[in-house]
């Protein structure tokens, strides 16, 4: 009996600290308008100060991407990279550039892998154990071939 308290009492940090992320985006996130359909490619995670990861998604020839990330504000900007998926990586999108915009919806004439990388600025010491939720929704539509 004590070693199941025992056993109960030293898991129980673990349940209070961990946050479940696995829907984050579609609940916290801004979508495009209604003419984009929503992509099992977008991604939610936690993150911490300083963390940077990637996201590997394919984008198809003749289509229209909106991509979005999402945080809690006291993360600060985050940075949105979309990188070509290829020995070279090449930045084809950095949010840097633009004022560290939320979202950006670009046509795409050739289907490709791509990377999207998403960094949350380093934190004080204070917050350098703070854990929160990050977001990535990803949206598609045909291009609209005039």
Same mark, same amino acid.
């Given at each position: 009996?004590?070693?199941?308290?025992?056993?109960?009492?030293?898991?129980?940090?673990?349940?209070? #600290? /961990?946050?479940?992320?696995? &829907? =984050?985006?579609?609940?916290? $996130?801004?979508?495009?308008?209604?003419?984009?359909?929503?992509? %099992?490619?977008?991604?939610?995670?936690?993150?911490?100060?300083?963390?940077?990861?990637?996201?590997?998604? #394919? /984008?198809?020839?003749?289509? &229209? =991407?909106?991509?979005?990330? $999402?945080?809690?504000?006291?993360?600060?900007?985050?940075?949105? %990279?979309?990188?070509?998926?290829?020995?070279?990586?090449?930045?084809?999108?950095?949010?840097?550039?633009?004022?560290?915009?939320?979202?950006?919806?670009?046509?795409?004439?050739?289907?490709?892998?791509?990377?999207?990388?998403?960094?949350?600025?380093?934190?004080?010491?204070?917050?350098?154990?703070?854990?929160?939720?990050?977001?990535?929704?990803?949206?598609?539509?045909?291009?609209?071939?005039?």
């Amino acid at each position: 009996m004590q070693i199941g308290i025992a056993l109960v009492l030293a898991i129980l940090p673990i349940w209070t #600290v /961990a946050q479940d992320c696995t &829907d =984050y985006h579609q609940y916290h $996130c801004v979508y495009a308008d209604y003419s984009f359909f929503y992509s %099992r490619q977008s991604k939610s995670a936690l993150f911490r100060p300083g963390q940077t990861s990637e996201l590997k998604i #394919v /984008a198809y020839t003749g289509e &229209d =991407y909106y991509i979005a990330v $999402c945080a809690h504000h006291k993360f600060g900007d985050i940075r949105l %990279r979309i990188l070509e998926d290829t020995p070279a990586q090449r930045v084809i999108y950095d949010n840097a550039k633009n004022n560290y915009e939320e979202s950006i919806t670009f046509s795409n004439q050739v289907t490709r892998n791509l990377i999207i990388e998403v960094s949350v600025p380093e934190g004080d010491e204070k917050s350098a154990n703070d854990r929160r939720c990050l977001g990535v929704v990803i949206e598609f539509r045909k291009t609209d071939q005039k």
